[in-house]
């Protein structure tokens, strides 16, 4: 089992930043993806950034690219989202997951305009 606690949200004007934080617990995380995701109420969780297990490789919809860079640390055992140049639209949830397979609870980043 993997356990999963993220930090970080809060409120912020549009065009600042905001940095996520997801520490994880229990069995290792190193040999997995790791990616973060994000929903709002009556809508699909939507994938928002990915890590390969080894960190180099990144992944992100068109919608955060160039705005967004996911990073982690295996010996720390956390994954990191920084999100700049927000924007309202990017008001959410905000989950970090194992390979799809273990999720935390979310926290929430709200946008103002």
């Known amino acids: 089992q993997v356990q999963l606690v993220e930090s970080g949200g809060g409120l912020v004007q549009a065009g600042g930043s905001l940095s996520l934080s997801c520490v994880a617990s229990?069995?290792?995380?190193?040999?997995?993806?790791m990616g973060w995701f994000r929903q709002t109420p009556g809508k699909e969780r939507e994938f928002v950034a990915a890590i390969g297990w080894s960190g180099p490789k990144t992944y992100y919809p068109d919608s955060v690219k160039g705005r967004f860079t996911i990073s982690r640390d295996n010996a720390k055992r956390t994954v990191d989202l920084q999100m700049n140049s927000l924007k309202p639209e990017d008001t959410a949830v905000y989950f970090c997951s194992v390979n799809g397979l273990y999720w935390g609870k979310g926290i929430l980043v709200t946008v103002s305009s």
């Open positions: 229990g069995r290792t995380i190193n040999n997995y993806g």
